[in-house]
């Protein structure tokens, strides 16, 4: 990407932009935090994100220590008429942290957090990941929905609902939050919650970034003792119909404290693994029970007593230690592309289809994801909180994974390829947080039936739609 880069650059004038003349050195001047230009030392480790299909050149980035960086940064670009991006955790798929010949807003170094475990709340910064969060709340025994990996952002994992291990006991990330302090299109500083700015609440609850820039989240927490049963059974692809079809029925009765994921992939070379399986396709039922471990036990009896796994680490552990599970399988600095659809069950022709697709890609690294939604989630009115579909029963994320740019084409064709065959099963929504860059339909169908009162209230907050950079929902 960078090579093609230069050739243009070469080949063309360079065009002369609000951004090309801005007097950095002056917002430099406004803010505690730094100011990263091309030239600078850091600037390319500035701008990487967790996806490397992402390669963009912000004219700047100012890394905010809090509140008044963003109100000075922000002020400075809407003076001069450059445009935005907003980067809290910086793992979003799509890439909408960074811009090209833009201003960032870098969050990640705002990273203070504070629990009240006498109230059950949590307040933290944008710059707060999944595992800073359990790191601090485990320490009183409690917890909030925070995704399903460590290196997960809190803020965009909130802004777009935020589905994760504990969703079906407590809610999602968003259905936990109690208020937000935002700072708005026009520079003013408000807190959203049920009593202050509703609608703004409303909206922050699943619609995204489009509204302003969040600098502080204030949660609930739920108890949740620090030791969970959890882990994962491996079985090999030839039982992958038979192991689907039970845990199909084994998921009905399952009580809500009982999250899972199905995942397929190819065997890791995990030392609880037999070597033999290593490289091999395998289908994992993941589980984390959010209970009694006793209670727990017998919760999982059925699945763990279920035909000849080649694998069983489903155990008591730290639910810290279980919340990493994934970070392994989704390191920094590889090559991802995603498509995700919500499914409203996994039928006999949704399973034959889905196992058809699932290990044909080259990539060892490539796996697909169906997560079981449900219990507390599907309790919440779609219509309470931005965040729509709830009554989907799983949601699929294909997951295309590799390291070669010189493979885009052929990963992210197997990726559309699966994605096309699962949509005759799809309830026509998808998760707004494994959207890629798939046009305005897409984004229409990720917020559903709230998609007009989330124009609406764009239309309040930022009807010039300077927060452009996200899931965008068109204030026009």
């Not at 995704?147 to 407590?170: C, K, P, Y």
């Not at 680490?313 to 590889?334: C, E, N, V, W």
């Amino acid at each position: 990407m960078a090579t093609k880069r230069a050739t243009t650059a070469a080949a063309m004038p360079v065009p002369t932009t609000p951004a090309a003349s801005a007097p950095w050195n002056t917002l430099q001047d406004q803010l505690r935090g730094e100011v990263l230009l091309p030239s600078t030392p850091g600037y390319d480790e500035a701008r990487a994100l967790w996806n490397a299909m992402i390669d963009k050149r912000p004219a700047a980035i100012a890394r905010c220590t809090g509140v008044a960086d963003v109100l000075a940064a922000l002020r400075f670009a809407r003076e001069r008429d450059i445009p935005l991006a907003v980067r809290a955790g910086g793992h979003n798929v799509a890439g909408t942290a960074l811009r090209d010949d833009g201003l960032v807003l870098d969050l990640s170094r705002m990273k203070g957090i504070r629990v009240d475990p006498a109230a059950r709340t949590v307040r933290l910064q944008p710059g707060i990941l999944n595992g800073d969060l359990d790191h601090e709340t485990q320490a009183f025994g409690l917890a909030v929905t925070s995704g399903i990996a460590s290196t997960t952002g809190v803020s965009g994992l909130t802004l777009g609902g935020g589905i994760g291990w504990l969703m079906r006991a407590f809610g999602l990330t968003c259905d936990n939050l109690r208020a937000a302090d935002v700072v708005t299109a026009d520079g003013a500083f408000i807190t959203a919650s049920e009593e202050e700015h509703p609608d703004l609440f409303w909206a922050l609850r699943g619609g995204g970034g489009n509204f302003g820039v969040v600098t502080s989240f204030t949660f609930d927490l739920q108890p949740l003792d620090p030791t969970v049963l959890a882990g994962a059974i491996v079985f090999p692809a030839s039982a992958a119909g038979e192991v689907l079809r039970f845990y199909r029925d084994y998921i009905e009765e399952a009580p809500d404290a009982l999250g899972t994921i199905v995942l397929l992939r190819h065997a890791p070379e995990a030392p609880w693994i037999p070597s033999e399986h290593w490289r091999k396709p395998v289908v994992a039922i993941l589980a984390c029970y959010a209970g009694n471990i006793a209670e727990g036990t017998e919760v999982l009896k059925p699945l763990k007593a279920f035909g000849s796994p080649i694998a069983d680490i489903i155990q008591p552990k730290p639910y810290t230690l279980h919340q990493r599970m994934f970070d392994a399988s989704a390191p920094p600095g590889l090559r991802y592309y995603w498509k995700s659809h919500y499914l409203s069950g996994l039928s006999d022709d949704a399973i034959d289809t889905l196992l058809a697709r699932a290990w044909r890609t080259s990539s060892l690294r490539s796996y697909t994801v169906v997560a079981r939604m449900g219990g507390a989630v599907s309790r919440v009115a779609e219509s309470a909180t931005a965040f729509a579909h709830r009554d989907a029963q799983h949601v699929l994320n294909i997951n295309g994974v590799w390291t070669d740019p010189a493979e885009d084409a052929e990963h992210i064709d197997w990726t559309r390829d699966m994605f096309t065959v699962m949509e005759p099963f799809s309830t026509g929504g998808v998760y707004v947080n494994f959207l890629g860059n798939e046009g305005e339909e897409r984004v229409r169908a990720a917020y559903g039936t709230n998609y007009d009162r989330l124009v609406e209230v764009k239309r309040r907050y930022d009807p010039d739609n300077v927060f452009n950079m996200n899931q965008n929902i068109v204030p026009g």
